[in-house]
């Protein structure tokens, strides 16, 4: 039976585990779904990892919708997720709505996921919820605010940030949010948070404690260049694919390929 977002709900209200990972195309997103991932999320990492921009910044509304069509057509049982990208969502609720809108139109998403905070941001939830969008909110380290950040440090390390991350996490459930990415916050501000919270809290670096988790899939399967701190390779496909090319050029060169 497909994934929903009352399905999550109840997941957190069981004490099961949400698993959550990234896709960027057809086959990726094919296969995470018939291993059984309970979210796909589109993530705006894809601007880093399958179209080499140093940051996610750079990444628009047209961009990430060919890509989550793709991923769409590999998708059958998970719930799909999409990202808004850096100033598509940022001016004021109605552009958040044109951009959510496309994206549940064209892509056939069933959620969007945006970036931040109150007051502006749990503000634009609101709207988006009102109007039958589910939102997914995504605090701590928001990967869109790099160059305020000065990097992809690490958030809510200080009494003050860390009740300041907790309140946006508070205000995004009150505006209707149906689940919070917590990224790259410290462990316990990730355990006050999910248990102060009724909706699921999915952690990337944000602590063994959330209701889930989710990796950017490039570096579950160590095909990206680098990977953060708190990301796990679980396989080093690089190093795979690069003997298996070795051994085809090989073939190839020495004529045993293709009737060797
Ligand atoms: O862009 C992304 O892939 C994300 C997830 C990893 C949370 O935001």
Redesign the pocket.
């Known amino acids: 039976m497909p994934i929903t977002t009352q399905k999550l709900t109840r997941f957190k209200q069981e004490g099961r585990q949400i698993v ?1 990972l ?1 896709a960027w195309d057809y086959l990726i997103a094919q296969t995470l779904d018939q291993a059984g991932v309970d979210v796909i ?7 880093m990892v399958a179209l080499g921009y140093d940051t ?1 910044v750079p990444l628009t509304l047209d961009e990430i919708i060919h890509h989550a069509k793709a991923v769409r057509r590999g998708v059958k049982n998970a719930l799909l997720v999409v ?1 808004l990208p850096f100033m598509t969502y940022q001016e004021s609720p109605e552009q958040a709505l044109r951009s959510a809108g496309r994206i549940m139109k064209e892509t056939g998403a069933q959620a969007v ?1 945006l ?1 931040g905070g109150y007051p502006a941001i749990a503000t634009t939830v609101f709207r988006l919820v009102q109007a039958g969008i589910p939102v997914m909110g ?1 605090v701590g380290l928001t ?1 869109q605010s790099v160059h305020q950040f000065g990097g992809f440090r690490k958030q809510g390390n200080s009494p003050e940030a860390a009740e300041r991350v907790l309140e946006e996490a508070i205000a995004l459930e009150q505006a209707g949010a149906f689940s919070i ?1 917590l ?1 790259h916050i410290p462990e316990d501000l990730g355990l006050r948070i999910s248990q102060k919270l009724h909706i699921p809290t ?1 952690g ?1 670096g944000g602590g063994s404690h959330c209701d889930g988790q ?3 899939t490039a570096d579950l399967l160590g095909l990206s260049e680098w990977q953060p701190s708190f990301a796990k390779v679980y396989v080093n496909l690089r190093d795979t694919i690069a003997q298996a090319v070795q051994s085809f050029s090989s073939e190839v060169r020495e004529h045993r390929f293709p009737n060797g």
């Open positions: 959550v990234t999320m589109v993530g705006d990492s894809l601007a996610t990202d996921k970036e995504h990967p990415v990224e999915i990337i989710v990796l950017v």
